[in-house]
C-alpha cells in the first residue's frame, strides 16, 4: 500500500500502470485447484463473476473513494450512509475477515513446505498431516507477526520482492508450462470442445463450490482510492479496470485450465494440487530438480502476503479505535507505532481457528470451512458497500464525486444493484457445504459457520453499545463524518455541494481558531 501510494505522490499514474496495481492487488494463486475441478466450465465462472462482481466492485469503489477520500475507507463510507455503527460493524468484520484468511493462506504454505524434499509420495502424505499443518501455520503466522512489530520499514522490500517471486514468476511458468504440454499434443485431463465451457447449472452442488470464485476477485477497491491520480479519470479508470480486469480474468482462466490439462477432476485436492501439476509438468519437461524450488517461492509468496496483511487491517481498526470506538487499551502502540495489543489479540484468534484444523476430519476439510467463513464476512461487506452507494446517491446527491460510475444515477443503480444482487446470491451458497469435499457432518459444518459468523457480527455491536466519551484521543486526526460536521442526520437527505475534503478542512480550522 506505502509502494503504491508512493508512487501515485510523484506524478499521474498511467492507465497501464493503474491496471497492473489492480491486478497485483487480486491476483492469488492458491485458489486455482478449486476451480480446475470444473475444467473449462472453469472459463465461464471466471467470466461471469469478473461482470457481475469485479466490474461493479471497481466501479463503484472509485465512486465512493473520490466522493469521501478521507482515511478509513469502508468504514467511512459505510458511515457515511448508514452511521457509525454499521461503519464500526463493517471495519471490525474486515479485520475478522483478514483474520479468518490466514490460516487458509497459510495452509497453501504450509502445503508448499512439504513439497520442498526429494520424495513427492512423501511430501503429499506430509502435506495431508494436520498437525505438521498446524506447527507451520503457527510458526509462519508469528514470525510474521514479530517483523509487523518492528514497522513498516522491516517489511516493506520483503513484501515487493515476495509477491514477484511468490506469485507473479510463479504465475507465468504455470501458465507456460501448462500450455507447452497442451500443444505438445500430450494427453491432457479435460475436454476441450466448445460445449464443455457451458456448465451443468442444473447440477446444485456445482453451483455451491463454484461460488466461492467471486472472492477470487475482492480486493480490487483497495485501489480505488488513486483514482484521483490518473488524468482524466472519467475516461481513465474505466479503461483501466477493463485492462485489469481482462488481465486478471485471464491470469486465473489460463492457470486454472493448465492443472486441469495435468491432474484428473477426481484427484484434484484444494491445498495440493497446485504443487503436483508444478511437479508433474516439470518432470514431463525434464526440468525435476525445479520442482522443490517452485514449492519454497510460492512459500516465499505466502510468507511475504501474511506480513502485509497482518500489519493492515490492524492498522486500520486502530485508527478507529483512536477515534473513540474501542478502549484505550486496543490504542496501545509500540515506538515503530504498531497497534501491540490488536496484533497480539489477532494473534489469538488466528491460533484458535488454525487449531480447527485438528478437530475437523481433514485438512482439507478444514480448508475450505474457513474459505467459506471468510467468503461470508467478506460478501457482507460487499452488500454493505453497495448498499452505501445506493443510499449516498438519496442521502447526499450533491455531494461533488470526482468520479461518477458510468450512466449517472441509473447507471450506478445498475452497477451497484448487480454488484449487491450477485454478493447477496454468493452469500447464501456459502453457508452449502460442497458435497465434492468430505466436511464430516454437513449439519456441524453449517453449525461452526453460523455460529462463528453470529458470533463475530455480535463483538462490534456489543463494543459500539457500551463505548464510552474517554475512549477517543485527543490526538486522533480521525475526520468526523460530513453528517455529524454540517449537523445532519445520515437518514435524511443533506443538499451540501462541497466536496468532503472542504467539509473536514473547515471543521479543522474551526476547532484551530477555537481553541
Known amino acids: 500500500m506505502d509502494k503504491k501510494s508512493s508512487a501515485a505522490a510523484t506524478g499521474k499514474i498511467s492507465v497501464v500502470t493503474f491496471a497492473i496495481m489492480n491486478i497485483v492487488a487480486v491476483v492469488s494463486l492458491r485458489g486455482l485447484p478449486a476451480e480446475a475441478e470444473y475444467g473449462l466450465s472453469s472459463v465461464f465462472f471466471y467470466v461471469f463473476a469478473a461482470v457481475f462482481f469485479l466490474i461493479p466492485v471497481s466501479l463503484v469503489a472509485a465512486e465512493l473513494a473520490t466522493g469521501w477520500p478521507e482515511k478509513g475507507g469502508i468504514f467511512r463510507w459505510i458511515g457515511e450512509a448508514f452511521g457509525p455503527k454499521l461503519a464500526f460493524m463493517a471495519m ?25 524434499g526429494p520424495d513427492q509420495t512423501f511430501d503429499a502424505a506430509l502435506s495431508q498431516n494436520k498437525f505438521f499443518v498446524l506447527a507451520i501455520v503457527l510458526a509462519i503466522y508469528w514470525f510474521a507477526t514479530f517483523i509487523a512489530f518492528r514497522g513498516v520499514a522491516a517489511f516493506t522490500l520483503l513484501s515487493k ?20 504440454f497442451l500443444l505438445s499434443g500430450e494427453k491432457i485431463q479435460i475436454e476441450m470442445q466448445w460445449k464443455d465451457v457451458i456448465p451443468d ?27 484521483k491520480d490518473l488524468d482524466n479519470p472519467t475516461r481513465s479508470y474505466p479503461i483501466a479496470i477493463g485492462i485489469a480486469a481482462l488481465g486478471t480474468v485471464v491470469i486465473f482462466v489460463l492457470g486454472t485450465l493448465a492443472i486441469a490439462f495435468v491432474i484428473p477432476s477426481a484427484d484434484i485436492n484444494l491445498t495440493q494440487s497446485l504443487l503436483v501439476a508444478y511437479f508433474d509438468m516439470f518432470r514431463w519437461a525434464g526440468l525435476s530438480f525445479l520442482g522443490p524450488i517452485m514449492a519454497i517461492c510460492l512459500a516465499i509468496g505466502v510468507l511475504a502476503g501474511i506480513v502485509t496483511w497482518v500489519a493492515g487491517p490492524s492498522t486500520g481498526l486502530l485508527e478507529v479505535a483512536k477515534a473513540g470506538y474501542m478502549p484505550r487499551f486496543w490504542q496501545q502502540t509500540n515506538k515503530n507505532g504498531m497497534a501491540i495489543h490488536i496484533l497480539l489479540v489477532q494473534g489469538i484468534i488466528v491460533s484458535f ?37 445506493i443510499y449516498l446517491r438519496f442521502s447526499q446527491p ?77 490526538n486522533s486526526d480521525f475526520a468526523p463524518f460530513t453528517w455529524q460536521i454540517e449537523g445532519v442526520h445520515p437518514g435524511l437527505q443533506n443538499d451540501s455541494d462541497k466536496h468532503t475534503e472542504g467539509v473536514t478542512e473547515s471543521h479543522r480550522e474551526g476547532k484551530g481558531a477555537a481553541s
Open 201 to 227: 447449472l442444473s447440477n446444485f452442488n456445482n453451483v455451491v463450490l463454484a461460488a466461492s470464485i467471486f472472492l477470487f476477485y475482492a480486493g480490487m477497491e483497495m485501489n480505488a482510492i488513486h483514482v
Open 398 to 474: 450533491n455531494r461533488p464525486r470526482p468520479y461518477n460510475v458510468p450512466g449517472g444515477k441509473t447507471g450506478l443503480y445498475i452497477f451497484a444493484g448487480v454488484g449487491f444482487t450477485a454478493s447477496a446470491i454468493a452469500f447464501a451458497f456459502s453457508f452449502i457445504p460442497p458435497s465434492q469435499i468430505a466436511v464430516g457432518s454437513p449439519t456441524v459444518f453449517i453449525s461452526i459457520l453460523v455460529g462463528l459468523s453470529l458470533f463475530f457480527i455480535a463483538i462490534p455491536f456489543v463494543i459500539y453499545a457500551v463505548r464510552k466519551p474517554h475512549w477517543r484521543d485527543e
Open 161 to 180: 520482492w515476495g509477491g514477484i517471486i511468490g506469485t507473479i514468476v510463479p504465475a507465468i511458468i504455470l501458465i507456460i508450462l501448462g500450455f507447452a
Open 353 to 389: 481457528l488454525a487449531v480447527t484444523f485438528v478437530v475437523l476430519p481433514s485438512v482439507e476439510a478444514a480448508y475450505q470451512i474457513l474459505s467459506q467463513l471468510a467468503a461470508v464476512i467478506y460478501l457482507t461487506l460487499y452488500m454493505l458497500m453497495f448498499s452505501a452507494a
Open 92 to 116: 471490525f468484520l474486515l479485520f475478522v475477515q483478514v483474520c479468518v484468511w490466514f490460516p487458509t493462506a497459510l495452509t497453501f504454505g504450509a502445503v508448499s513446505l512439504a513439497f520442498i
